[in-house]
């Protein structure tokens, strides 16, 4: 299948959902299929290798500069070029990682608004380097936040094209009442289009039906799935404390690191819970420094700091060492999580997990048997629970083997290329 794989870049930072997309782009090169993943905006950053290909289509300055001013929806596509220099846009990514989404609602539907938007010089160039150099049979879409490219790609190129669910309404609730209904109404307007949608768990496949309006029969389910070189390298399970507390994703609010600290404090108040440690890795932007600085002054404050312990891990050597060196796993989102793909990588590793009862968390616990959910935003919850996971060595190993398994037997990358080739291939 000659496949056009369409993602977004994140100005810089490691995100999950770019990580997915080049995991999958990555199985369906070897399972022999042309399939080529074609970054937007920015460079995409991963721990593995990058497998996107050519230039970036619409450039995140060429995008800005025409959204602000009328005279570069006129420059010549050699200046225009010139601007979607890699180093560039990586420079760039720096200073466009601190705004924040509340701040680009203008730009947001004029992207959704396709060939009467702001960057329908973008649109023009990007549909001709589809038609002629990539000439797909299928064209798959990252998010909807992308979709206003499908009508005039359907037109254009009489393709079936298709889009994935994986944290969209995110961004949108993020933005400013009225544009964030003008969006969805876009949004809505250009699925009509689509031929089909994936969402990355039945409970977002759902919840994005009903929140985008769709009423879409064509909505399928793919769960994510690791590419498992290095992941579960034989460890032996710590039988004695301090046990280790991990916290592995993104560090923002809506990823709840204060509500595992303000567990952890809690836990370690607790006469009858064994000695623990607190390890923190993930990606930190600069916008939310002052957020971890607050964690840390809890720490301070609770007499803790030598117990907690923060660790950079840019590559995914790092990742696993990280994973190996830790005996449980707790990432407490505020938001309903659609992908939970560090569930998965923790399991991966003989590494049980505790996490907040919504979003995917529920279908990934139930599937692999490998953790706890306990009431969302709820500390105190979080706490029992983690005494209870250190406490017992037996359910502690009982979850961890059975987690890796499930996790090497149904969520690898390679079942997550064919079930996509699946729904595609219809």
């Not at 004695?240 to 993104?250: D, L, N």
Request: charge should be positive; charged fraction near 20%; proline fraction near 6%.
């Amino acid at each position: 299948m000659k496949l056009a794989f369409i993602t977004a870049g994140a100005a810089g930072m490691f995100c999950g959902s770019c990580m997915k997309d080049n995991t999958l782009a990555t199985e369906l090169i070897r399972l022999n299929h042309d399939a080529v993943l074609i970054p937007t905006y920015t460079p995409i950053t991963t721990d593995e290798a990058d497998v996107s290909a050519g230039p970036i289509q619409f450039g995140g300055i060429n995008v800005y500069l025409q959204q602000k001013f009328a005279l570069f929806r006129h420059t010549p596509h050699w200046f225009d070029k010139a601007l979607n220099f890699r180093p560039l846009l990586k420079l760039a990514g720096r200073f466009a990682v601190k705004t924040q989404a509340s701040d680009l609602g203008d730009l947001t539907l004029s992207m959704l608004e396709g060939s009467a938007g702001k960057q329908r010089k973008e649109l023009s160039k990007f549909l001709n380097y589809l038609e002629h150099q990539i000439k797909p049979e299928v064209v798959l879409l990252t998010n909807v936040l992308l979709s206003g490219m499908v009508p005039e790609i359907r037109r254009r190129l009489k393709v079936p094209v298709w889009a994935i669910l994986q944290g969209d309404d995110i961004f949108l609730e993020s933005l400013p009442t009225d544009y964030r209904e003008r969006c969805l109404a876009q949004i809505q307007k250009n699925c009509a289009s689509l031929t089909g949608l994936i969402a990355t768990s039945q409970y977002y496949a759902d919840f994005m039906n009903e929140y985008l309006k769709l009423h879409a029969s064509n909505l399928k389910v793919v769960y994510p799935g690791l590419k498992l070189t290095g992941h579960g390298r034989p460890r032996e399970f710590r039988q004695e404390p301090p046990y280790t507390i991990g916290y592995f994703a993104r560090i923002c609010p809506e990823k709840g690191l204060h509500i595992l600290v303000d567990a952890f404090i809690e836990l370690r108040k607790t006469p009858s819970a064994p000695p623990s440690k607190l390890k923190i890795s993930g990606w930190l932007g600069g916008n939310q420094k002052d957020y971890f600085a607050a964690q840390m002054k809890k720490i301070e404050a609770a007499g803790l700091t030598a117990e907690v312990e923060y660790l950079e891990s840019p590559t995914h050597r790092s990742k696993l060492d990280f994973m190996c060196s830790i005996d449980v796993l707790s990432v407490p989102t505020t938001y309903r999580e659609p992908k939970g793909i560090y569930i998965l990588e923790a399991l991966a590793n003989g590494v049980p997990v505790v996490q907040p009862e919504h979003g995917s968390f529920p279908e990934l616990i139930a599937a692999t048997r490998g953790g706890l959910l306990v009431p969302p935003n709820d500390p105190a919850g979080l706490a029992k629970a983690l005494h209870r996971i250190l406490s017992d060595a037996t359910l502690r190993n009982q979850l961890a083997e059975s987690g890796k398994k499930a996790v090497f037997e149904h969520f690898t990358a390679e079942k997550m290329a064919r079930d996509t080739l699946a729904v595609l291939s219809r």
